[in-house]
């Protein structure tokens, strides 16, 4: 009716309104098609080219190879026992180990209360990129050659891995705390160490005990997988297992990793919910 | 006003009687823990006393100057390619497959609690406590070597990751909107479309770049057991003891994931924006 009462101007303006949308819509479209066509493409070039498809041969062979796994070698049972004990406290090591390391980067990392914040500051950020970027299987790598075999690498290797994640979520709930209690411990005469104990640690403490517990969930399975490059644990069964071919045998581990996972999960939410 | 007599001279404690010498008994189990599983490890503290030292000292002698040229040659950058394509296609096929997991797995708007929720659950929680090199491994073994192991072995990944948290984030919603969906009879397919996804969208698209920030991270590493992708190179470098290459593949690998980071944060932080 806008446009019957001669206003042009109406009528332009819905016009354009008209023709942006079509014009988002299309655009909208051409997105989704252009999404499409790089992922048929990479389909294609990894998937569709690069496979082997005569070695894996049809779906029933498959199938016959996946029956190999099952069902699980339940002989294993006892030798698997301390293996798990191993890669559990491992993990409880490894993520204690590594609390213990992110406490300095946290300090370093945490703008408000870092010693020299500008240079500080992008020390404590690059070590916690730095650690979170190299994958544990790497970490692992780089200290079962520092410090031989056995059950001390994965610990370090697993600590190293945990320190970024533990110290960026800490130092983000640092820099995010009541400034008035740091200025009245400040004020109080406290010196830079009675601040950090009195108003810093009260008020970050459960945020980093609950980030310190998820991590030590996500650590029992990266612990399983540090006997692979030889250090110790589960991950080692594992390797054993497969390099005998014995498939239902490498089942029994999965399971193994599984309960223990499972474990994991029920003692880290009891602890949480006790914490919180 | 009574005066405050007795109690003024008592010392002042943050735990009393029992509680203090239960934390304290708490503290106590747990530092024998500690020592129990050093010694049970068997591990060599002694060891530990110059590993910095020992570290720096390895890097530069034998690690030292990266073999850049090694990382910058084409068949090189091809699997780098490869490692990418595998990461994207992994988080599509397993965001693809987290979203009916998620709805599944979160207890407040799952279609059947009594079936489909702990289907959800089950799945995600597996495929989350194997390892993806373990997926990988097994993968490899189930279908050769390729990028097609590595694509399933970071699918399964991607579902463990983003299945958790996408099932979180349902969980957390406000029940009012879905409630109100539920009550003109809506079934729970249309309570999932109207009721739920408009209230995670913003979350569901922010832990998808999340996902394929950290699928690329473990794509790097599955080509160590043959699945597809540049980890192949660290094994070969590693096992011929070529550590200056292995130094750079690794600072490749770093320099890629960093930049992933970085980029994964910008979506993020532009989708959370808007």
């Known amino acids: 009716m806008a446009a019957a ?21 299309m655009r909208r479209y051409g997105l989704y098609l252009l999404a499409f066509v790089i992922l048929a493409w990479v389909f294609h070039s990894t998937v569709v080219e690069a496979t082997d498809w005569a070695r894996i041969g049809s779906l029933g062979s498959v199938l016959e190879t996946l029956g190999r796994f099952l069902p699980p070698d339940l002989s294993l049972a006892p030798q698997l026992v301390q293996p798990m004990i191993e890669t559990f406290m491992m993990a409880l090591l490894g993520t204690l180990l590594g609390a213990f390391l992110s406490v300095p980067v946290i300090w370093l990392g945490a703008y408000n209360i870092a010693p020299f914040a500008p240079v500080s500051y992008a ?10 970027s190299v994958h544990e299987l790497v970490w692992a790598l780089i200290f079962v050659a520092a410090v031989g075999l056995g059950a001390l690498p994965g610990i370090l290797a697993v ?15 640092i820099e995010n705390i009541d400034r008035r209690s740091l200025e009245a411990i400040y004020a109080a ?43 110790g644990g589960l991950g080692l069964t594992f390797y054993r297992q497969m390099a005998m071919f014995n498939y239902a045998g490498v089942t029994s581990v999965i399971v193994a990793i599984l309960v223990l996972i499972g474990i994991g999960e029920v003692v880290s939410y009891l602890l949480r919910r006790r914490m919180i | 006003m009574t005066a405050p007599s007795a109690t003024s001279r008592r010392r002042w404690r943050r735990f009393r009687y029992p509680d203090s010498l239960y934390r304290f008994a708490a503290l106590l189990l747990f530092l024998v823990l ?36 090694y990382v ?22 397993g965001l693809a497959l987290a979203v009916p997991l998620a709805w599944f797995a979160a207890f407040n708007v799952s279609p059947s609690r009594r079936f489909f929720y702990p289907l959800g659950r089950f799945s995600i929680t597996g495929a989350r406590a194997i390892h993806e090199t373990i997926w990988a491994i097994l993968f490899v ?14 699918t399964m990944f991607s579902i463990g990751f983003a299945g958790k948290l996408m099932a979180e984030e349902v969980e957390g919603i406000d029940r009012g909107q879905v409630d109100a969906i539920r009550a003109t009879g809506a079934g729970p397919v249309q309570v999932l479309i109207y009721g739920v996804i408009p209230q995670v969208k913003v979350a569901w698209t922010g832990i998808a770049i999340y996902t394929w920030d950290v699928a690329f991270r473990a794509a790097t590493i599955v080509g160590f057991f043959g699945a597809g992708g540049m980890g192949w190179y660290l094994r070969r470098t590693i096992e011929g003891l070529e550590t200056e290459r292995t130094a750079a593949i690794i600072l490749t690998i770093l320099a890629l994931v960093m930049a992933s980071e970085a980029l994964s944060a910008w979506a993020r932080a532009r989708v959370m924006n808007r």
């Open chain 1, 5 to 25: 009462r001669g206003s042009s101007e109406g009528v332009r303006r819905s016009d354009a309104i008209v023709a942006r949308r079509r014009r988002d819509r």
């Open chain 1, 123 to 132: 020390i404590g950020r690059g070590l916690m990129t730095v650690s979170r």
């Open chain 1, 159 to 173: 600590a190293f891995r945990s320190i970024g994640f533990i110290a960026k979520i800490t130092a983000e709930a």
């Open chain 1, 189 to 231: 005469g406290g010196n830079r160490l009675q601040v950090l104990r009195y108003a810093v640690m009260p008020q970050v403490l459960p945020t980093f005990t609950s980030v310190v517990i998820f991590e030590w969930d996500i650590n029992i399975r990266r612990a399983s997988i540090m006997g692979l490059v030889g250090a």
């Open chain 2, 34 to 69: 500690v020592f129990y599983a050093l010694d049970y490890l068997n591990v060599h503290l002694e060891r530990l006393a110059d590993v910095g030292g020992r570290v720096a000292v390895f890097l530069a002698e034998r690690y030292y100057p990266p073999d850049l040229a």
């Open chain 2, 72 to 93: 910058t040659d084409a068949d090189y950058l091809a699997y780098v390619g490869e490692t990418m394509q595998m990461a994207l296609l992994a988080t599509v096929f």
């Open chain 2, 141 to 154: 073994n189930l279908l050769g070597f390729g990028p097609f192991a590595g694509v399933l072995a970071l």
